[in-house]
């Protein structure tokens, strides 16, 4: 008798992904509270940082897509901040190159909710690269490229009660206003390396992500000790 699939936004393995869901949410404010166990092995240590960063950032892509993405070498900014200058928690970035991933970009410019449901919308014909229908969730970009999304796919955003004006004039279309989701706030910020425009539905990827000095671009819920763990397990196991 095969076990029953647990829940993504399992209570009990509080397994975080890139979703505003309500449990993630819930999963986020436990984990941030319960410090990270070094009474393991060293290799323990890397298999869990592996594991859950790995949850977090792409889960839906296969090992196997991941380690042909992976780069031994993480970009950084060589910046300094007054006299001192701190080395930046590079280790963060061992996920940098998922960023150019379609569904990634869709996600981090807040015109979804998840990263499943950006994944559906490139699937479904809603997203444009360059003017152009692209819908492989897969696709990476390069730098400059702009994404379009349809604003009717976009589920925070909703028609407006049209004016009197626009009830006097058939024709004209009706504005949609932003109707932010319960537990979303939390997320709703842009990331360094786009350039969203939410009057269009469209984003600029700028550059690849970076590193400065006591600061690294791309979104994590995780420490940049899970990250190097994560890098180093990666790293030592590449083939």
Request: net charge positive.
């Given at each position: 008798m095969r076990n029953a699939k647990i829940?993504?936004?399992?209570?009990?393995?509080?397994?975080?992904?890139?979703?505003?869901?309500?449990y993630n949410l819930y999963n986020l404010s436990q984990r941030t509270r319960a410090a990270f166990n070094t009474n393991k092995t060293l290799y323990q240590q890397k298999w869990d940082a592996k594991k859950d960063t790995r949850s977090y950032h792409g889960d839906q892509i296969t090992e196997r897509q991941f380690q042909s993405?992976?780069?031994?070498?993480?970009?950084?900014?060589?910046?300094?901040?007054?006299?001192v200058e701190p080395h930046p928690p590079v280790f963060s970035l061992t996920f940098a190159e998922l960023e150019r991933r379609l569904d990634f970009i869709v996600f981090r410019s807040n015109f979804a909710p998840s990263i499943y449901a950006a994944r559906q919308l490139v699937g479904h014909g809603k997203v444009t690269v360059n003017g152009k229908p692209?819908?492989?969730?897969?696709?990476?970009?390069?730098?400059?490229?702009?994404?379009?999304?349809?604003?009717?796919?976009?589920?925070?955003?909703?028609?407006?009660?049209?004016?009197?004006?626009?009830?006097?004039?058939?024709s004209s279309k009706s504005p949609m206003e932003f109707v932010p989701k319960p537990f979303s706030q939390p997320f709703l910020f842009v990331p360094d390396y786009l350039e969203v425009n939410?009057?269009?539905?469209?984003?600029?990827?700028?550059?690849?992500?970076?590193?400065?000095?006591?600061?690294?671009?791309?979104?994590?819920?995780f420490p940049p000790q899970m990250h190097a763990l994560a890098y180093e397990f990666y790293a030592r196991n590449r083939k």
């Open positions: 829940p993504s936004y399992s209570l009990r393995r509080q397994m975080l992904r890139m979703s505003w869901n309500k993405m992976f780069k031994t070498r993480l970009p950084t900014s060589n910046t300094k901040v007054g006299d692209m819908p492989f969730a897969s696709h990476r970009v390069t730098d400059g490229d702009i994404i379009h999304v349809d604003p009717k796919s976009i589920s925070t955003l909703k028609k407006s009660t049209p004016s009197e004006d626009a009830e006097a004039d058939p939410y009057n269009t539905c469209s984003t600029c990827f700028l550059r690849s992500p970076i590193s400065r000095p006591g600061k690294t671009e791309i979104p994590s819920p």
